[in-house]
């Protein structure tokens, strides 16, 4: 598997406060990564580092085969490196389709806009009907794929999902768990999952990583990690 994302000793913070401290990690192409870590372990951080969000202080950040260490979000964006932040963070006061076509902003997703829009219409029916609807009346499983939806408009070969599963309930969830294993399966799209839901997170994964004050404390394989007592003792309730 030819690796799309590499992560190398990424250091990061704001202002005095470090928050990343020599984070190392792969994405393979077509594998979905789980970071998973309580409240405030730096896994938001890490995602606005690596899409260049935030300004990285130390290590490397190699993406499809380019140093992006150094580049803001869009042109990051542009090269197929695309987040969905927690929450979705959709404008409330436009419609769903106004919200998706504020996904392709980039040139090369510009070009391509049309034929996003009639793909993501497919992949997700209900956003099709909603099309009109203002996206803040939408459901919590429905902002989550409109999130999702909008990042597709980028035309992302990763997407970085900052806890998806954030205040849904857990039949939802898993249908958010779902939609996001089947757009791997059938876009062979990779994917940076972040979550608090180890368990879910970790059962979704190749492989996933505990993230804890800023480090990486393990890296194995999620089925591994599900398994691993002191995983299931600080972070599944075991
Ligand atoms: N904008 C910010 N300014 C200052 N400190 C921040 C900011 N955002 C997060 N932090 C701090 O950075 C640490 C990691 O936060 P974060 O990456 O949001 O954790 P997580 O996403 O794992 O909950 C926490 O101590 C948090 O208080
Ligand atoms: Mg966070």
């Known amino acids: 598997m030819s690796t799309i994302l590499r ?21 393979g192409s077509g594998e979905i990564v789980s970071v998973v870590g309580a409240n405030g372990a730096g896994k938001t ?18 993406f499809d085969g380019h140093d992006i260490t150094r580049l803001p979000a869009h042109a990051a964006a542009e090269r197929g490196l695309v987040m969905v932040p927690e929450g979705g963070r959709l404008f409330p006061f436009m419609t769903v389709l106004e919200n998706l076509e504020l996904g392709a902003y980039h040139r090369s997703a510009r070009a391509r806009q049309q034929e996003s829009l009639d793909e993501v219409m497919r992949l997700f029916p209900i956003l099709a009907e909603r099309r009109t609807q203002l996206a803040g009346r939408l459901s919590g499983g429905e902002r989550q794929m409109c ?3 909008r990042a597709l408009m980028a035309r992302p070969k990763l997407l970085m999902l900052d806890e998806p599963s954030l205040g849904l309930a857990p039949i939802i969830v898993d249908k958010v768990f779902d939609m996001v294993r089947e757009l791997v ?8 999952l972040v979550e608090q839901n180890v368990g879910n997170a970790l059962r979704l ?3 996933g990583c505990i993230i804890e004050h800023g480090r990486i404390l393990k890296m194995a394989r999620g089925e591994d990690l599900l398994r691993d007592p002191d995983v299931q003792r600080s972070y599944m309730g075991l």
């Open 7 to 27: 992560v190398e000793s990424l250091g990061s913070g704001y202002g005095e406060l470090p928050v990343l401290d020599g984070i190392t990690l792969e994405v």
């Open 45 to 62: 951080t890490l995602l606005l580092t690596i899409g260049g969000h935030l300004r990285a202080r130390s290590g490397r950040v190699v």
């Open 147 to 149: 999130a999702v939806a």
């Open 185 to 192: 399966r059938t876009k062979g799209l990779s994917v940076l």
């Open 205 to 207: 994964c190749e492989r």
